[in-house]
C-alpha cells in the first residue's frame, strides 16, 4: 500500500486572502488521484476554495526529542510578546 | 400516445436514483477510505438530481404523488431506468466503469439541455453537467490507472469493459416517451450524443491500453420496464424501510 499508494499531506485554503491550512492526510497513487481524494474527503461541506497536496515524505519535520532544546528557550522571553505598550483608549481595537 | 413530459422525466430520474442507490451500496464497503467518501459523495449527486426531477414530474402530472411514491411504491415493472444503472456494483472495475459510462453520457445530455426550451430543465442541467464533470475525471483517472496498472487490474478493468458495454447503446435511444420532447427542444436527442460519447471513452480508453470493444452487441428493454433480476432486489433494499414504515420521517 505505501509503494503503490503513498501518504500525502492536503492543505486547503478556506477562502480567498487565507492561506493554506493543513487538515489531514490521504493515501493515493499520484498527484492527480491525491487532488481528487482531497476534494472528495476534505471539501465535502463547502470547506475550500483551493487544494494543495505534497508527499508526506518531502516533509522535513523536527525532531519531537528535540522539542526542549528548540522551543523552551523562547519560553521566558516574554518581552518578544508586544504586550508592554500602552494604548490610548480612543485608539480602540488594534 | 400525447406527449407527457412527467413520463419522460421519469426515465432520467430513475437513471439518476438507480445508480445513485447502486453507489450508496459502497458506503463503508468500498476498498479504501478516499473512495469509500468518493463514491456515496457522487451517490448523493445522483440522488439529488432524482429527487429534483420526481418533484417537477409530480407536479406536471398533478396526480397528488411525491417524490417518496414514485421512489419507494413502484414496483420493478414501473421503473423505466436504462439496464447499465442497475447492474450490480461487482468490483471497483466494474463499478467506476459503470461511472464513467454513465457521466460521460450525462455530462454531455445536461450540456445539451442547457439549451432547453423549459427553464427548469436548463436549471436542473446547469447544476448537474458540474457534478457529471467532476465524475468523469474521478472515474476517468481510475480507469486509465486500472488498464494501465498491474496486470491484475488490467484483466479487471477488461473484464468490465466485457460485461458492460453492451449495456451503453440504450443511453442513446430516445424512447416514445421522450421522442416529442426532443424534436421540440426541451430534452437533448440521446441519439446525437454518441458519436461525441465513443470519441471520449475511446480516449480513455487508450490512455488506459484499453481495447475499446469492436463488436455492436446491445442489451435493452429498461425504458420499456423490462430489467435484470438484480434491479428487484436493489428496490427490495432500497424500498424496505418506506414500505415498513408508511410516512416515516426523521
Redesign the interface.
Known sequence: MTKTMPLWEVFIRPRNGLSHKHVGSLHASDETMAINAARDVYTRRGEGTSIWVVPSALITASDPIKAEENFEPSQDKIYRHPTFYDIPEDIGHM | MSPNLAKALLELADDNLILGHRLSELCGHAP???ED??LP?MGLDLIGTARTLYTYACEIEDKNRTEDDLAFLRNEREFVNCLLVERPNTDFAHTILKQLYFSTFMESYWTAALSSKDEIIMGIAGKAKKEMA?HI??SG??VI?LGDGTTESNKRICDAVTALHIYTNELFINSPNTEFFHKNNILPDRASLKHGWEQAINSIFKQGLIPYPKDNNELIGGRSGLHGEELGHLLASMQSVHRTYPGAKW
Open positions: 479504501m477510505l478516499e467518501l468518493a459523495n467532476y475525471r474521478h483517472e481510475w490507472r
